[in-house]
């Protein structure tokens, strides 16, 4: 064999490898959504009741006459999510300026090491934050009978997705020529016209992209929620108030279920409804992202 | 006879009478370095009004250092620093307070074309919405002028809202120099703007730039030789961060030299 042939035999497999694991992305996705619906579809056809599924807060499926009412759970997520992004899309955003755009030298390398590591500390040391340190804290400060609620799961949220938000936004922000701040620069523009009328357009998209992984994380997020916002089907009036999260609820419930019975299936149907919010979150960035990109 | 280096009057002889007046800009014993090392040596030249001054020679000899140091990029480059002085009418560039006012008064080009990621219209109005200028009307009229006078107005006035890093490199080159005369430079810095330009465009710009010489001055950064024959009215040759030679073009091509190395860069034996 010369080595035109095993330059030709590499190039190929290295192809064929890269289209897979192109490919793979697709098949994981598919598949998860097919066994998620598979599980959960004979009580979707079944037992539920659509109005009662969206409409009621009583979700009591080990009752003697069970009823399903995920309105409290969602609800909780929401709540939860979105006091979380409140929370964290001005923090990150503002963090990944500060480092992309102001920052140098050590000053730079320092910061993204230290939020690369918060956003990989693991979820349940967050959830125990919020349950040892946040809980009693908040209700010294605020004076409340319980610390567990949206407001300690949002404040923990918010936290573990602002590393995140921060490095992706930061990421977009860098990836936006240095020609292009120059350019602005040698027009006459000041370093905030540079950022808010060249950087930040500029990087919309990525800086979008950023939110939305943030906002999935928020939604997805299982253990520190559980532990921080106290578990409570209830739909919140007050910061303080303890709600249920979704995935909570899927993660503490599943274990005492019958297989392939309706309790079973009620929380998959909770997964169903997951899978379908973050597609249509991911989807409705896409094509915002494409509109933006049109023009 | 030619300028050498340090003299202080350039021979009259060689100036027309659009070089009237004191020079617009004073460069005296300039040295710029990197991190202590240096990309050029005690400079000292003047450039006049209504001059298209090149400045020639091989990679790495200090001309776009030279353009930087003008409208102070230094102070975002790290690591860049400036000794000696430049005045640009009269005023050194280190006493302008407002950095952003001096800027707004020269004109850049860069090799490679820069559409801002903006839309035609925005990129060419950037400059005039930073001094304030607001009304529909008047920002219509400067974007047309500016266009027009880029040779690129025909070819874009139909589609003035899409993105201006969508354009063709040429085309994109021809935004850039309508977005610097949009500053109403007295100015205009020009940094091998035909690196990625079509000799046909290039032309075209070319004789833009000889129509806009009797309205401002011309620094011509070029690293193609006939290009500054064909436009400038003096040229510099850089090498290695000293200028070996400054002179009128026709007397430099006509060997009319004072250093050996200049005949040698212009007809291609080294560089």
Redesign the interface.
Known sequence: MDRRDLAWYVDKTAQWVIFAGGISAIVFIVGIFIFITKEGLDFVLGPLNLGEFFTSIAWRPTSNNPTYGALALIVGTASVTGFAMLLSVPLSLGAALFIAEFA??KTREVLKVLVEMLAAIPSVVWGFVGMSIMHPLIMRIFDVPLGLGVLNAGLILGLMAAPIMTTIAEDALKAV?D????????????RW?VIF??VI??SRNGLLAAVLLGVGRGFGETMAVLMASGHAINIPTSPFDSVRALTATIASELGDTVRGGDHWGSLFTLGILLFVVTFVINLTADIVVRGIRK? | MVDGVGQEQPRSANFGPLYEGPPIIEVRDLGISYGGKPALRDASFDIYRHEIFGIIGPANSGKTSFLRAL?R?DD?T?GMEVRGSIHINGKDVNDWRNL?????????V?P?P?G???SVYDNVA??PR??GIRGKAELDEVVERCLTRAALWDEVKDRL?S?GSLLSGGQQQRL?IA??LS?EPELLLLDEFSIAVDPVTTMRIEDVLKDLRSELTIVLVTNLVQQARRLADRTAFFLTGEVVEIGATEDLFKRKVQDERTTGYLEGRFG
């Open positions: 140098t030298g020529p020609a292009y701040r120059e350019a602005a620069e040698a027009l006459g523009a000041t016209e009328k060249v357009p500029a023009k | 409208n990029m975002f790290t952003y006012a001096l800027r707004s008064r020269i004109g850049v860069f490679l820069v801002l990621p903006l950037f400059s930073l001094r809202d993105l850039t977005r610097a500053q």
